[in-house]
């Protein structure tokens, strides 16, 4: 099992900037695709980015310019950096990372989500 844990919510005010994290955790490890996620009251879960192994990113249209993700592959975390926040960010955001893990051969694949993380933008 690959498990995921975020880190780094909270409450800023509109204009802050707040950093995400997501460990993972597995034997092995390597990730092919790692994003984020979120999910406001009463709506459904929407990708905000996401990274591939090879670096190409994509990115939501309402965080282009604000949001940032990032990856360390040596230390298997994933990073999201959130500047410019406006109210309209405030969800629980998760991470989700694909990719493959373990000792055998096939290596399994794995397909895990975290637990989310809440960002509460708010003055």
């Known amino acids: 099992q690959v498990q995921l844990v975020e880190s780094g919510g909270g409450l800023v005010q509109p204009g802050g900037s707040l950093r995400l994290s997501c460990a993972a955790s597995?034997?092995?490890?390597?990730?092919?695709?790692a994003g984020w996620y979120r999910q406001a009251p009463g709506k459904q879960r929407d990708l905000v980015a996401f990274?591939?192994?090879?670096?190409?990113?994509n990115y939501a249209d309402s965080v282009k310019g604000r949001f940032t993700i990032s990856r360390d592959n040596a230390k298997n975390m994933v990073y999201l950096q959130m500047n410019n926040l406006k109210p309209e960010d405030t969800a629980v955001y998760s991470c989700?990372?694909?990719?493959?893990?373990?000792?055998?051969?096939?290596?399994?694949?794995?397909?895990?989500w975290g637990q989310g993380t809440q960002v509460t933008v708010s003055s």
């Open positions: 597995g034997s092995l490890l390597s990730i092919n695709v």
């Open positions: 989700n990372a694909r990719g493959t893990h373990g000792f055998g051969i096939p290596r399994l694949q794995f397909d895990s």
């Open positions: 990274m591939t192994s090879g670096g190409s990113t």
